[in-house]
């Protein structure tokens, strides 16, 4: 089936009152018990639930496999196409049936979920967007970062680390970011740490900015990594950093130091790698 295909009307007669909803759910940094009341509630009576790996084992192991699809990555370690996930939503919701499609975070920060409503909107599907908790802010908060500080950071810039390939260039001026002054944030940004690090140093930020790694936050097993600018890339290796995991540069990365020995978040499985 073509992208004009998933797009066209139905032609078998029926109406816009037989089509299902697409409800557009982001399911937090990974925690159950951050999941908002909505999306809980969503994920439990819908029909089908399309999910990446992003929502973590917690949330995935409480629905059901009968009516989870798995829309990132497949067998033989290849990503799910966006162009097939958009087409299967269409599917779904001209079946019928009340479909969720489950992000980490929010759907509309990193999370392709913009480019699901246009898609939605084009079809003539009913859908609805239910906002999460974004990773970008909870990932540095319960390893106990604030994004801003009145006393460090009076601006927070999110970036993600990992562009469409198909662009020619990045579109994002890190040059910009090291003169700004404030907290940089970069989700998705493990595998080319030593490439930005690299550019915000040649933009002039200094090689002791502080930098922390949050790897699978809220998670049962969290870690957490901090350096410079300078180290942080030996210290990624280390510590054998993966995905998913968040990059907070900036001087509220070292606030984590003066907090750490009283927080309770250390204690649930997260500490430092």
């Given at each position: 089936m073509?992208?004009?295909?998933?797009a066209?009307p139905p032609?078998?007669?029926r109406?816009?009152?037989d089509?299902?909803t697409?409800?557009?759910?982001g399911?937090?940094?990974g925690d159950?018990?951050?999941l908002t009341?909505?999306?809980?509630?969503?994920?439990e009576?819908a029909d089908?639930?399309?999910?990446?790996?992003?929502?973590?084992?917690e949330?995935l192991?409480?629905?059901?496999?009968?009516?989870?699809?798995?829309?990132?990555?497949?067998?033989?370690?290849e990503?799910?196409p966006?162009?097939?996930?958009?087409?299967?939503?269409?599917?779904l919701a001209r079946?019928?049936?009340?479909?969720?499609?489950?992000?980490?975070?929010?759907?509309?920060?990193?999370?392709?979920?913009?480019?699901e409503?246009?898609?939605?909107a084009?079809?003539?599907?009913?859908?609805?967007?239910v906002?999460?908790v974004t990773?970008?802010?909870?990932g540095?908060?319960v390893a106990?970062i604030?994004?801003?500080?009145?006393?460090?950071?009076?601006?927070?810039s999110?970036?993600t680390?990992?562009?469409?390939?198909t662009?020619e260039?990045s579109?994002?001026?890190?040059?910009?970011?090291a003169?700004?002054?404030?907290t940089?944030?970069?989700?998705?940004g493990?595998g080319?740490?030593?490439a930005?690090t690299?550019?915000?140093?040649?933009?002039?930020?200094g090689?002791?900015t502080p930098?922390?790694l949050?790897?699978r936050?809220?998670?049962a097993d969290?870690r957490?990594?901090?350096?410079?600018?300078d180290?942080i890339?030996e210290?990624?290796?280390?510590?054998?950093?993966e995905?998913p995991a968040?990059?907070v540069?900036?001087?509220?990365a070292?606030?984590r130091?003066?907090?750490?020995e009283?927080?309770?978040n250390?204690?649930?499985?997260?500490?430092?790698a």
């Open positions: 073509s992208e004009g295909d998933a066209a032609s078998d007669g109406t816009d009152d089509l299902g697409v409800y557009l759910v399911s937090g940094p159950p018990d951050l009341v909505k999306a809980a509630d969503l994920i009576s089908v639930v399309l999910h990446d790996k992003l929502p973590g084992p949330i192991g409480r629905i059901p496999e009968a009516k989870r699809e798995d829309v990132g990555k497949r067998a033989g370690g990503w799910t966006q162009e097939y996930t958009n087409r299967r939503l269409v599917e079946e019928g049936k009340s479909v969720v499609r489950l992000k980490g975070g929010d759907p509309f920060v990193f999370g392709r979920g913009g480019e409503a246009e898609h939605l084009e079809a003539g599907i009913p859908f609805e967007v906002p999460g990773s970008a802010i909870a540095p908060a106990g604030p994004v801003t500080h009145r006393d460090h950071a009076s601006s927070v999110f970036v680390g990992h562009e469409d390939p662009k260039e579109a994002v001026d890190w040059e910009a970011l003169a700004t002054g404030g940089v944030v970069v989700l998705m493990v080319k740490l030593p930005y690299a550019e915000l140093r040649d933009a002039g930020l090689g002791d930098v922390a949050v790897e936050a809220t998670w969290m957490v990594a901090t350096g410079t600018l180290t890339v210290v990624r290796d280390e510590a054998g950093i995905p968040i990059t540069i900036g001087d509220v070292a606030t130091d003066r907090v750490v009283f927080l309770r250390e204690g649930e499985g997260g500490g430092d």
